[in-house]
């Protein structure tokens, strides 16, 4: 009897685990729109969203695109928000990295330690385009220190704005920091 029981707790313990892996499996063509953009489906492959021609709706599609570190994610929308990405966007661009506004929000803390995911897509996406993200980065984080440092300085305040107008213009606008 001792045996028996054994037994059925490794098949009962075996089925759940194959019945959760088949739950959790992410299929890009089955997922809705709204998650389909930053998902990663269980065969490792990046999700797209593209349109339909002659349409005005959307699909998800299977990338060619391999993610070596995650699979079967579905991103947060919390880093969504953090990166200042769009769920509705059809593809990606490397024009993204002139808007200085996309580039605070991908180099702000919530996002560049805390969502690897997208911080992974546009790495590559940077190395593409043979940018560095990580010196990006950190030439963004340098401006806003400089115009700490300006601000702080006790200089006049009519200077204080020449000055930072010409460190970075509208940076502080577009990063939404508090100064």
Known sequence: MGSSMKLSLV???TCSLFVQRTLADVICENLPTNLCSFAIASSGKRCVLENHKNTHEKTCKTSEVVVEKLSGYIETDQCVKACGVCRESVGVSSDVFLSSKFTCHLCSPACYHNCPNIVDLFFNLAAGEGVSLPALCKNQ??????????LSSGVNPVRQLLLLLLLHQNLYNFCNHSL
């Open 11 to 13: 098949l009962f313990f």
């Open 141 to 150: 984080e340098e401006k806003h220190r400089a115009m700490l440092a300006i």
